[in-house]
């Protein structure tokens, strides 16, 4: 079983920056891939950025390319999301997400989650 704890939630003004950190646990983190999604009120959870288990291969969603930077720390067991530019279209829960490293990116669903980590951007 692999455990997720997302840190690092925040009010933000529109054009600043906040930096996401995921802890896993319970199992080897090198055997896993990692994703970051976000739920925004009122609607459905959406992928924002994933990283396959080597750290050699990433993809974010259109709506935050440019601007969110996805990492990890095999030998810390941490996953990152750094946010530059945020926008009030950014604001909501996020949430880390764990898989097997057999999936490489995943960006639907998964079978390990985070309880999630509120960010506020204000206009």
């Known amino acids: 079983q692999v455990q997720l704890v997302e ?6 003004r529109t054009g600043g920056s906040l930096r996401l950190s995921c802890a896993a646990s319970g199992r080897t983190f090198s055997t896993l891939a990692m994703s970051w ?3 925004a009120p009122g609607k459905g959870r959406e992928f ?15 709506s935050v390319k440019g601007r969110f930077t996805i990492s990890r720390d095999n030998t810390k067991n941490m996953t990152y999301l750094q946010m530059n530019s945020l926008k ?9 997400a764990a898989d097997s490293w057999r999936v490489t990116i ?8 985070g309880q999630g980590t509120q960010v506020t951007v204000s206009s």
């Open 7 to 12: 840190s690092g939630e925040g009010l933000v």
């Open 37 to 39: 999604f976000r739920q």
């Open 88 to 96: 009030p279209e950014d604001t909501g829960v996020y949430y880390c």
């Open 106 to 113: 995943f960006r639907t669903t998964a079978p390990y989650w």
């Open 48 to 62: 924002v950025a994933g990283i396959n288990w080597s750290g050699s291969l990433v993809d974010y969603a259109d």
